[in-house]
């Protein structure tokens, strides 16, 4: 069985800080994924990452995925109370995705 | 912009009851999902079906079962709905050639008294 370990799993931090939230596995992907839940909606899809090693940016997000395709990290820099939310990571593997099992952030102002 | 419309936001059933959860797609998407979201647990995938009257189970099918009459309605059913299942339950669609872009909807929040 596939198993993506995400940590932490709950992180409460001021406006402005940085954080990183991690992804780990024993196993290797296809490609990951990161999404962002609001209360009360689905997740949305923030990006895919495809190549070991590859960086994608999204304005303040930075995603890695690592050099093995196992795991990968998601860094916000300068965070919002705008970033608040739960993160999921997501491996994919033959058209299904397995999930982390999240992170709740949370940005106080 | 896709659309995945599921037919309750909140819903309280009672132990032994049958349940239906509705999911409707407007983008034409061959391939529909239904996950169940714990806390600490993420989501886990229930069902799948890959085009009308096909289904395949997921990674916890046990007390669930679903329906695909058409392309773009997906039913989820609860054939005697136990506490266990009370959860958030999230319906997904994708195109065939982008399986892996799911699309969700906004969840509906079961509970089973």
């Known amino acids: 069985t596939q198993l993506l370990e995400q940590s932490p799993q709950f992180l409460s931090i001021q406006e402005g800080e940085n954080l990183t939230v991690y992804c780990n596995s024993s196993?290797?992907?296809?490609?990951l994924q990161w999404y962002r839940q609001e209360p009360g909606e689905g997740p949305v899809l923030l990006v895919t990452?495809?190549?070991?090693?590859e960086v994608k940016k999204l304005k303040r997000l930075t995603f890695q995925f690592g050099d093995a395709r196992k795991d990968s990290s998601l860094h916000i820099t300068a965070a919002q109370t705008g970033d608040t939310g739960l993160y999921l990571c997501?491996?994919?593997?033959?058209?299904?995705?397995?999930f982390g099992q999240g992170t709740t952030l949370q940005v106080k102002p | 912009d896709v659309k995945v419309t599921q037919s309750s936001r909140y819903l309280v059933k009672r132990t032994g009851e049958k349940v239906f959860l509705e999911c409707v797609q407007d983008?034409?998407?061959?391939?529909m999902f239904w996950y169940r979201q714990d806390p600490g647990l993420g989501l886990r995938l229930i069902y799948f079906?890959?085009?009308?009257?096909?289904?395949e189970k997921g990674d916890i099918p046990e007390g669930y079962s679903v329906s695909r009459e058409k392309k773009e309605r997906f039913s989820l059913i609860l054939e005697s709905a136990s506490t266990n299942q009370t959860s958030m339950y999230l319906c997904?669609?994708?195109?065939?050639?982008?399986?892996?872009?799911?699309?969700f909807g906004p969840g509906t929040r079961l509970t089973v008294l």
């Open positions: 997501a491996g994919v593997n033959t058209g299904k995705l397995i």
């Open positions: 196993s290797v992907f296809s490609s």
């Open positions: 997904a669609s994708s195109l065939a050639g982008a399986p892996d872009t799911q699309y």
């Open positions: 990452v495809v190549t070991g090693g």
């Open positions: 983008m034409d998407h061959e391939n």
């Open positions: 079906s890959y085009d009308v009257k096909m289904k």
